[in-house]
T-cell receptor, first 117, second 113 residues
Framework: GAGVSQSPSNKVTEKGKDVELRCDPISGHTALYWYRQSLGQGLEFLIYFQGNSAPDKSGLPSDRFSAERTGGSVSTLTIQRTQQEDSAVYLC???????????????FGQGTRLTVV | DAKTTQPNSMESNEEEPVHLPCNHSTISGTDYIHWYRQLPSQGPEYVIHGLTSNVNNRMASLAIAEDRKSSTLILHRATLRDAAVYYCILREEYGGSQGNLIFGKGTKLSVKP
């Protein structure tokens, strides 16, 4: 695809249910990032995948949050037992790592707006 | 990532230049200075980045102080579409698994017609 694709674009779920958010990065991009943004707030880092390295999970707010990246491409962010405070826009980004240089432009998707009712 | 400091908000008039400052006094020699912006209701987009020399691209210019402890993003002629939150971020060139992209609070730029 031409850019980073996220699905669904909108998700409404009941409190206590599990949700899965999907991110399709740009083909060939080895780095993938997840963020969330609550209404009127800044971007909160969640997790960062880079090639075959262990992911940086330091931003995950609780053990209800987890993420996978299969085959170095598609990533899924899972939120278990959703709470109302999980309501936010979840953004995914990807970038190309070349010769170990992580200092490259990141491209963002349009996000998934999650509403927990 | 080293810390950056930006003003919370700035205002500009349409078609005038805008200078957005960023302080990064603890910058290390291998840190690049990146700028992203986030337009309303959209994901962030890359603007520009540099190391020591000033940089120009179609979107903006980046002026970097000689001691690298501060930088300024320059929009040469602001348009209404430039109203956004602008983020200044430091990233290591070869950060490996530590090469994360961490956003601060940024500067909210308002452009008046």
């Amino acid at each position: 695809g031409a850019g980073v694709s996220q699905s669904p674009s909108n998700k409404v779920t009941e409190k206590g249910k599990d949700v899965e958010l999907r991110c399709d990065p740009i083909s060939g991009h080895t780095a993938l990032y997840w963020y969330r943004q609550s209404l009127g707030q800044g971007l909160e880092f969640l997790i960062y995948f880079q090639g075959n390295s262990a992911p940086d999970k330091s931003g995950l707010p609780s053990d209800r949050f987890s993420a996978e990246r299969t085959g170095g491409s598609v990533s899924t962010l899972t939120i278990q037992r959703t709470q109302q405070e999980d309501s936010a826009v979840y953004l995914c980004a990807s970038s190309l790592i070349n010769s170990g240089r992580t200092n490259t432009e990141a491209f963002f998707g349009q996000g998934t707006r999650l509403t927990v009712v | 990532d080293a810390k950056t400091t930006q003003p919370n908000s700035m205002e500009s008039n349409e078609e005038e230049p805008v200078h957005l400052p960023c302080n990064h006094s603890t910058i290390s020699g291998t840190d690049y200075i990146h700028w992203y912006r986030q337009l309303p209701s959209q994901g962030p987009e890359y603007v520009i980045h540099g190391l020591t020399s000033n940089v120009n691209n179609r979107m903006a210019s980046l002026a970097i102080a000689e001691d690298r402890k501060s930088s300024t993003l320059i929009l040469h002629r602001a348009t209404l579409r430039d109203a956004a939150v602008y983020y200044c971020i430091l990233r290591e060139e070869y950060g490996g698994s530590q090469g994360n992209l961490i956003f601060g609070k940024g500067t909210k730029l308002s452009v008046k017609p």
